[in-house]
Structure formats: structure tokens, C-alpha cells
């Protein structure tokens, strides 16, 4: 089994801060890339961030050089720091890793939970 567990969402007011935490857990061989997504009302879900197992980067266009993804491979964690946040960052945040389980052959996606991040005043 794998989970995955994201925390600090939360209520920020714009031009604020939040950082985001996905740490994944149970019986994880490996991780290829790590990512964050977010899915706001009535619209579909739409990559923000990835994060390669070496560190390399990708963003989408609404976040490069607001938002910055990083992770901790020793602790199987990763993050996103959000900066200078607008009300059009409003969303549930899912964090997503391709992870090789112990005794699997094949990589496969888990998903977060969800959480939620509103900026509003």
C-alpha cells in the first residue's frame, strides 16, 4: 500500500504565502516524478508543477515565478511554495508520484486527498 498525505492549505489573503506538503509512505521501491496539481470549481484538473527525481523543473505558464516545487527524496516528500497568491489560485491541490512499489515491475500514479487553498480578502 501507498499514500500519500498532503498538508498546509488553508485560507490566505492575496499577495500572501502558502507552502504545501505531500509526503508519500508504505512500501515504495522508488519515485520517479512528483507533482502538484489543482482542480478549482467547474473547471477541469490542470498540472501546476513537476519535479523530476533529479530536480528538474516544469511549471505552468500561471505560476512560473510565483510558485516554486521542490522535494526531499530522503523522506519521500515533496512541496510547493506559493508566492504572491490571487484569487485565481483558489483550488483543491492534489499531489501526485509515479512510485515503484516493492515487488511491482511497473511504475503507476497515486494521488493525494486533496487540499484545499482559497485566497480571498
Known amino acids: 500500500q501507498v499514500q500519500l498525505v498532503e498538508s498546509g492549505g488553508g485560507l490566505v489573503q492575496p499577495g500572501g504565502s502558502l507552502t504545501l506538503s505531500c509526503a508519500a509512505s508504505g512500501s515504495i521501491r522508488s519515485i520517479n516524478a512528483m507533482a502538484w496539481y489543482r482542480q478549482a470549481p467547474g473547471k477541469q484538473r490542470e498540472l501546476v508543477a513537476v519535479i523530476s527525481r533529479s530536480g528538474s523543473t516544469n511549471y505552468a505558464d500561471s505560476v512560473k515565478g510565483r510558485f516554486t516545487i521542490s522535494r526531499d527524496n530522503a523522506v519521500n516528500t515533496v512541496y510547493v511554495q506559493m508566492n504572491s497568491l490571487k484569487p485565481e489560485d483558489t483550488a483543491v491541490y492534489y499531489c501526485?508520484?509515479?512510485?515503484?512499489?516493492?515487488?511491482?515491475?511497473?511504475?503507476?500514479?497515486?494521488w493525494g486527498q486533496g487540499t484545499q487553498v482559497t485566497v480571498s480578502s
Open positions: 501526485n508520484a509515479n512510485i515503484l512499489q516493492y515487488g511491482s515491475i511497473n511504475y503507476r500514479d497515486y
